[in-house]
């Protein structure tokens, strides 16, 4: 599945946070991830982040397609990270 995962986290957690991602996904901009992983990948990110988030503060939205092809993307400005393979 394609997905776009997007956290708000407190300062003190947020550096576990981005290592955390860019162990499983593209990093696009502050905050924000994009690609492909399986459903057992991204249940262990989530019980990975469950260890050190407070989800009294903290939050994590994730918005799941099918394939990236369904999803249309625009880009205004200087784009973060590519994330398109040059071969």
Do not use: P
């Not at 290592?19 to 399986?38: A, D, P, T």
């Not at 939205?61 to 990270?81: A, C, M, P, S």
Request: charged letters at 35%; one cysteine or more; a negative charge.
């Amino acid at each position: 599945m394609y997905i776009i995962l997007v956290y708000d986290i407190n300062e003190k957690r947020v550096g576990k946070m981005l290592k955390l991602c860019r162990r499983y996904l593209h990093w696009i901009q502050n905050s924000v991830f994009e690609g492909e992983i399986s459903e057992v990948k991204l249940k262990e990110l989530l019980s990975e982040a469950s260890d050190f988030i407070d989800e009294s503060e903290d939050s994590i939205i994730i918005f799941k397609n099918t394939d990236k092809k369904w999803l249309d993307k625009q880009i205004v400005g200087k784009e973060r990270n590519s994330t398109d393979n040059f071969l």
